[in-house]
């Protein structure tokens, strides 16, 4: 059996409806259960030794990273988490080398694909060992956020909530007694709804992984039943293929009013992204302004390094914010020098991913900070950051001899000039 009723074998750029053939998955999944029978089929065939999740902690504000190796247990995986704000790209980092050149597979939205292609640039993750299955993403909402609108804006009791979900442009909540939807944008207007860095992000269908699936453009009879699929490369359309013919997975073609429907609703995104940015970007001012702005923010630093140790390009194992040279040890707020170092090491690279900002102590929009200069460093050198293989700005500076000397020694510094 192949797909389309048996006529063709998958084929990178095909575009699908499909579904679990499991009708208790069917029933905890987001849409068609794809994604999780996908996962389930890539472990039982051995084609990963294990799978990088996400799954519900204490309640549904809480996302928690799970490595799943027993097929059976990814089923407590399916369903989204829209206030799932977590990032699963440097978590690679931590499993993959115990995994000792092992095959893993993965579940990605946008940002965790763009932190794995940086990490990948750098030679920390290999890509040939990740199967990476994206899901379509219009944004996550921090999860102190999701409490506090569905109290403020919704009338709701947080802890009575037993289900979210966001669709055709609303936040929708079931609760002990009820549901309510709320159109985004009115939220967002009022100060509540995505991530601000989210509301910027441009990339909602992760087509660089080895399958990209949503819901977007699922109409008819299939609505709500079926998860869109877009084969994104040979390793996703194997896949398929094989659970497929394991008889796990049924697909249909796609309505060719869902597709329209898709493409559109894609555009209208990157419409909406380009708006906040410019909204964003123009709100911190230009020049001395800007430069003020971000001095003023981050003097409230407590320097606890949560903006490093989580930001997906920071990996240094001897990070210049530690040198006592560069950043006094001891002193609270650290001098500006702390955050200058991030900005000139990394803002060329920066994917937006929120992290810094999200899980920021202080509050500090550094995420903001971060991208405009991103941003900035885009429209002068036309490099994207997370979207494929192209180095890094950064790299193009470094000299041969330099990078002789790096391997000779060990060291991670580029430049010693206090040599
Ligand atoms: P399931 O079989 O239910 O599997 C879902 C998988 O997603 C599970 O493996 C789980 O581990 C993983 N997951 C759940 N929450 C997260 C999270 N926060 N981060 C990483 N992985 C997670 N699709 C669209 O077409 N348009 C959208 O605007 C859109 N927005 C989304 C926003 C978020 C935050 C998320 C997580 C998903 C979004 N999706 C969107 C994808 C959609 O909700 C479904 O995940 C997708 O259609 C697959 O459905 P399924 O039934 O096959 O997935
Ligand atoms: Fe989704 Fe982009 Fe936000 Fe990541 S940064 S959660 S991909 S909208
Ligand atoms: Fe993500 Fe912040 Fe690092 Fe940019 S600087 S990649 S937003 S953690
Ligand atoms: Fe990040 Fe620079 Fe520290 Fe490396 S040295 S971890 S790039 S701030
Ligand atoms: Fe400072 Fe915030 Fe970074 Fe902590 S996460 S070091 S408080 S900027």
Redesign the pocket.
């Known amino acids: 059996m192949a797909l389309f009723g048996g006529k063709a074998d998958a084929k990178k750029g095909d575009m699908l409806y499909a579904w679990t053939n499991d009708a208790d998955l069917a029933k905890k999944a987001e849409c068609g259960g794809a994604v999780t029978e996908l996962l389930k089929y890539a472990l039982e065939s051995k084609t990963v030794d294990a799978v990088l999740a996400v799954k519900r902690g204490v309640d549904l504000y809480d996302a928690v990273p799970t490595i799943v190796t027993n097929p059976k247990d990814l089923d407590a995986c399916a369903g989204s988490l829209h206030c799932g704000t977590l990032l699963l790209s440097k978590l690679v980092m931590e499993y993959v080398p115990k995994m000792s050149g092992k095959k893993l597979g993965m579940v990605v939205k946008g940002c965790d694909l763009m932190g794995l292609l940086e990490l990948s640039k750098r030679k920390l993750v290999n890509l040939d060992n990740i199967l990476m299955v994206g899901v379509n993403c219009g944004g996550s909402v921090s999860p102190v956020t999701a409490r506090k609108m569905i109290k403020e804006k919704f009338g709701v009791d947080p802890n009575t909530v037993t289900k979210e979900e966001i669709d055709k442009g609303q936040f929708i909540i079931e609760y002990e007694g009820g549901h309510k939807g709320i159109s985004m944008d009115e939220l967002e207007e009022a100060g509540y709804g995505r991530r601000s860095n989210c509301r910027r992000c441009k990339l909602k269908v992760p087509r660089q992984a080895d399958i990209a699936c949503g819901n977007w453009g699922v109409i008819g009879d299939k609505a709500g039943k079926a998860t869109f699929v877009e084969v994104c490369s040979a390793k996703g359309a194997d896949l398929l293929d094989g659970a497929v013919k394991a008889g796990v997975i049924k697909t249909e073609a796609p309505n060719p009013k869902g597709l329209e429907i898709r493409a559109k609703v894609e555009n209208a995104m990157y419409k909406l992204s380009d708006k906040w940015r410019k909204k964003d970007f123009e709100g911190l001012g230009e020049g001395r302004e800007r430069l003020k702005k971000i001095v003023k923010e981050t003097s409230r630093c407590i320097k606890c390094y949560a903006c490093?140790e989580n930001?997906p390009?920071?990996?240094?194992v001897e990070?210049?914010?530690k040198k006592p040279y560069l950043v006094k040890p001891g002193e609270v707020p650290p001098n500006f020098m702390f955050h200058l170092?991030?900005f000139a090491?990394?803002a060329d690279s920066c994917v937006n991913c929120g992290q810094c900002q999200e899980l920021c102590a202080m509050d500090i929009p550094n995420a903001l900070f971060m991208h405009a200069q991103q941003v900035e460093l885009e429209k002068m050198f036309g490099h994207v950051p997370g979207v494929d293989m192209s180095l890094p700005l950064l790299a193009l500076v470094e000299e041969r001899e330099e990078r002789d000397r790096l391997s000779a020694t060990g060291s991670d510094q580029i430049f010693d000039i206090f040599k």
């Open positions: 490093i930001c390009i920071c990996y240094c990070c210049s914010t170092i991030r090491h990394i």
